[in-house]
């Protein structure tokens, strides 16, 4: 077994050092005081996440620990000070391993605590209380623990038995004037938990109510002076989902000429599905009202705008905010909501939850995912960068796990304060609303963060990822890098006077990092060195303490150092972090503002003490970041108007803006605006979102329409940089293409039963669909049709499709034949589009059946029912399956077609045939055509069809009988269709 060795990110502050202020553990879960910055500090992730990058070996193969101690497994070993702020094992871990918990703090040789793993997260430990502790039946298949273990130096953490899936979440205080409070495992935690949830009786309630025209925007509220809000409040009118999707808020503070927030009312509460009750910390929504508990700090105004998108709906809703008069400190971070969405068709790199520039910190998020019913795409993992590192401080061992759950969310929606699954809504695919929040864990940036969510399986597509993300930020960069050694480089060594002890090794090394960028290759020349080393750093004197990072080999683990200023020793800088396949590393050290403020220069010295199996210590280059407290990002200038569009070509209704940024760095926010005409002026009317990456996705388009785009471009302080010199323009395809199983979330009414039925039961968690020895090849769909269990004739299934703007289609339905399926027609708002079909078959397979008729989809929700006609003479039953839907818009189908492609012969089966076989064409002008039947001699042995065609898709039928009503004899026959400057012939085999 291969044994790689958990992460330590960061070096150690060395107990000498005299703590001053005692931490108040309560502050973590304080939620009125969410905008409030704590301490300086980093949040990490320790886990036993896959090293190889292939999300097979991160539990059940080769289980990661770092060492054997008194015949235990020793799986975190992290050096202080800081918090143990949440602790993850999934269901059965204590069949398959963990044992007994135990954890060791500072100098302990006995264990601060020793439990069971089961009573640790029962919710009945005075010190870890419900819901600071939950269990597998709590959070749908997780074991999470929130309740915070403080240490000054040291935390471990043994299990009795090999361990199995873990993750630690740590934050590491970097202030020199911070003491942990004694962590003794007997505490009363109690009142944390009251922290969580905002108190309700602060402040005054402003509300409002509107009523909006479809297309437009109007201001809601403007509150003006020093305030924080602390609820948000707005009851939504009785429309389906489709619509409060396109009811769209937008807020401003202190006068920004970005939008802090602007994004789709059922979105912002986690329910992109529909509503569901759930009550979380900052998000409770009940009926038809959400409320909103993340507090938001202005110091001039907030103003709120409503923008309803619906084309032909008007709509009322109430609107309320309370708030709180505050004297606020200087340079508080402001409140921002982000979204970003990408469609299944963008593949090779992370999933961006989350992007912020600035001073700030990460406070969670809400995500709809929609995939395939196995939920593969929840392998996986979370990924998340602080500060520019290359190497994430977060990478967990599954998305389920990352929301603290287990097995794919196994015992189904849940909802806890900070953690929650809100709805899967199953039709072709399975879509998930989920939320997590980050309070007490709150992930604090100097400069940047990012969080990304790895693309399953290796990066491939077919999940569709939306996200709603919550962050404070202000534009300050906090973290300014003010010096570079390469090692390669001789100069540098020789400004920098680097001199070194002993040389072990010295060896050019080619690999990368782990993460996003592990398929990214770099190469350099690695020092490894025993003994001693030093060298002197560039600072700034204004600094508040210094980031020093190293690109290390982390091939194997074991670096040490201890690190001195002078004569003072600051602390030891270890790498316990092992990866033999992604060998590069970002290992960061911090030196504490009581050595380095006022400084210009510092000289280092890192003595490594020669430890049994330890390999010295290595680097390929040094960085110096300085904390500051007041820096803006350089404003960037130019022009950026290169922009491509990724579409969805099965869907039509959402596509995917790509801005090129290979010429100009990323801005702080791209605001996009989008209209029909090409000529618009930029407004509130039409903005459709804000991105902070080169990605932006618009979605809720209509078929086959023209869209025109304009974008604007702002840097961190909010100055606009440019704005694009021209309108893009854009097409959607003609055609939306799904799974007849689409249209099961759809269903309206119905006077029988129905479901999805699958040709194998693949996920195992849903008794009620059935299972079946039916092979999936005899099925157009991968997974499954749906089926319409129809008991008499005329019983049907109707459901409700909405469309953003009216126009012309025509439909194509492939069916499942049986014998106990039925004759059935479908019409659309209850009128006839002339589409009928026979589902009796000897055998199972799939039939396409077209409209005869073309019909009109008014802007809204539409109508389409299947209605069944009884049963064919052998049929034992009426059932309708439908197992793929294909709407297709005639707006601009047939333009430009050359004369070749004015006909053709879309397919004729079945193929041989007995009795009977169709023959579908398409016909791209209005003509007047005759269709026969020749024998191999050329004599027409039958007339099928001699008169004026529309343009379209057309299906005729031949019975195998000649123009006297007698059966043909078996051979070959031509069925041939012809009209003016028009001619196809298809072959058919009659076997009698």
């Known amino acids: ?31 009125n005081r969410l905008y409030e910055p704590l301490p300086r500090g980093m949040v990490y992730e ?53 044992g007994t918990i135990h954890f060791l703090m500072d100098d302990d040789t006995v264990p601060r605590l020793s439990v069971e793993s089961s009573t640790l997260f029962s919710g009945t430990l005075p010190f870890a209380p419900y819901p600071l502790a ?30 199995f899936f873990y993750h630690f979440l740590l934050r590491r205080f970097l202030s020199d004037s911070v003491t942990m409070p004694d962590f003794a495992g007997t505490e009363n935690n109690n009142h944390l938990t009251d922290s969580l949830f905002s108190d309700t009786t602060q402040g005054s309630w402003q509300s409002t109510s509107l009523s909006m025209a479809a297309g437009k925007a109007r201001p809601v509220l403007e509150i003006n002076g020093q305030r924080v809000i602390r609820a948000i409040r707005f009851t ?34 986690g329910c ?30 907030a103003k709120f705008f409503l923008t309803n998108r619906n084309r032909e709906q008007p709509i009322s809703l109430t609107f309320q905010v309370r708030t709180t008069s505050e004297t606020l400190p200087d340079s508080l971070p402001h409140f921002y909501v982000q979204k970003n969405m990408e469609l299944p068709i963008y593949s090779g790199r992370d999933f961006t939850l989350c992007q912020a520039n600035g001073t700030g910190h990460f406070v969670g998020s809400v995500m709809n995912l929609e995939s395939s019913r196995t939920r593969y795409f929840l392998e996986g993992d979370e990924r998340f960068y602080t500060d520019g590192r290359s190497c994430p401080d977060f990478y967990g061992t599954g998305l389920e796990d990352y929301f603290l759950s287990g097995w794919y969310f196994e015992k189904g929606p849940f909802s806890q304060p900070v953690n929650g699954f809100v709805s899967s809504k199953k039709g072709e695919t399975d879509a998930l609303d989920l939320y997590r929040f980050h309070i007490s864990d709150r992930i604090p940036f100097s400069r940047s963060f990012k969080a990304g969510i790895e693309r399953w399986p290796f990066g491939a597509g077919g999940t569709r990822y939306s996200a709603i993300s919550f962050y404070y930020a202000a534009p300050q960069s906090g973290l300014v890098q003010t010096d570079t050694m390469i090692m390669e480089n001789d100069s540098s060594l020789i400004r920098h006077r680097f001199q070194y002890g002993r040389l072990l090794d010295k060896r050019y090394l080619t690999s990368g990092f782990a993460g996003d960028s592990a398929s990214a290759v770099l190469g350099g020349l690695f020092y490894y060195f025993a003994d001693s080393l030093s060298f002197r750093i560039k600072l700034h004197p204004g600094n ?16 040490t150092a201890e690190v001195y200023v002078g004569s003072k020793q600051i602390g030891i800088w270890r790498v316990s972090y092992e990866n033999p396949f992604s060998r590069l590393y970002d290992t960061d050290f911090y030196l504490p503002e009581s050595v380095t403020t006022g400084k210009s220069s510092l000289t280092l010295r890192l003595n490594i003490p020669n430890l049994p199996g330890r390999i010295g210590f290595n680097a390929m280059q040094w960085e110096v970041h300085c904390f500051l407290t007041d820096t803006l990002r350089p404003r960037t200038h130019g022009h950026w108007d290169n922009v491509s569009v990724l579409q969805d070509d099965n869907d039509g209704t959402a596509q995917m803006l790509l801005f090129d940024t290979s010429t100009l760095a990323i801005p702080r926010s791209i605001l996009v605006y989008r209209d029909t005409v090409p000529d618009f002026i930029p407004s509130l009317n039409n903005l459709m979102g804000v991105t902070t990456t080169n990605l932006f996705t618009d979605e809720a388009l209509s078929l086959a329409r023209t869209y025109y785009y304009q974008w604007k471009a702002y840097d961190s302080e909010g100055s606009l940089l440019f704005s694009s010199s021209k309108t893009t323009s854009f097409r959607t395809p003609a055609m939306w293409n799904k799974e007849g199983e689409a249209l099961f979330p759809l269903l309206s009414e119905a006077s029988c039963s129905t479901a999805i039925h699958l040709a194998y039961n693949e996920d195992g968690e ?23 269990f129809a008991d008499t004739a005329g019983d049907s299934a109707a459901f409700d499709y909405f469309v953003s703007a009216p126009d012309t289609f025509w439909m194509d339905l492939a069916c499942v034949k049986g014998k106990d399926f039925g004759r059935f027609e479908v019409s659309v708002n209850r009128r006839s589009i002339h589409l009928w079909a026979d589902g009796f078959s000897d055998s199972l397979f799939v039939s396409s059946v077209s409209s005869e008729s073309l019909f009109v989809l008014h802007a809204g929700l539409n109508r389409i029912t299947f209605r069944s006609l009884g049963c064919a003479p052998r049929a034992t039953g009426n059932k309708i399956g439908i197992d793929r839907i294909r709407l297709v818009s005639l707006k601009q189908r047939y333009q430009n077609l050359p004369d070749s492609q004015m006909l053709r012969i879309l397919s004729i089966g079945p193929n041989p045939f007995n009795p009977a076989v169709q023959l579908r064409f398409d016909l791209a002008k209005n003509s007047r055509l005759r269709i026969g039947v020749f024998d191999v001699n050329g004599r027409q042995v039958a007339l099928l069809a001699d008169h004026f065609f529309l343009r379209r898709t057309h299906s005729i039928t031949w019975d195998g009988r000649d123009t006297n009503g007698s059966l043909c004899g078996s051979g070959v026959y031509f069925l041939r269709v012809f009209g003016p400057g028009l001619s196809r012939t298809a072959k058919a085999v009659l076997i009698r």
């Open 1 to 31: 077994m291969i044994r790689f060795l958990l992460g330590s990110l960061f070096g150690f502050l060395a107990p000498a050092l005299l703590w001053a202020t005692p931490f108040d553990k309560g502050a973590l879960f304080n939620l």
């Open 236 to 269: 939504l009118p009785p429309l389906r989902i489709e619509f409060l999707r396109n009811l769209v808020l937008t807020a401003f503070f202190d006068q920004s000429s970005v939008p802090q927030m602007c994004v789709p009312l059922p979105d912002l509460l």
């Open 766 to 788: 849903h008794p009620s669909l059935p299972d079946t020895a039916m092979g999936r090849d005899t099925l157009l769909s991968g997974w499954g049709y749906l089926k319409i």
């Open 544 to 559: 508040r303490g210094v980031l020093l990072r190293a690109v290390t080999d982390a091939v194997s683990s074991g670096q």
């Open 272 to 301: 992109h599905n529909g509503l569901v009750d759930f009550r979380s910390s900052p998000i409770e929504v009940s009926g038809a009202t959400g409320t909103l508990r993340f507090p938001m700090p202005f110091y001039r105004s």
């Open 134 to 163: 939950l269990n597998e039946m709590a959070a749908s298949g997780g074991n999470s623990l929130f309740a915070p273990m403080a240490y000054q130096k040291r935390i471990r953490v043994r299990f009795s038995k090999p361990p």
């Open 46 to 98: 320790v886990s036993c996440f896959d090293r190889e990058g292939r999300n097979l070996r991160d539990g059940f193969i080769d289980p990661y620990y770092l060492y054997v101690e008194k015949g235990e497994y020793v799986v975190l070993d992290e050096e202080g000070p800081g918090i143990l702020i949440n602790f993850w094992l999934p269901k059965d871990s204590a069949a398959f391993g963990t």
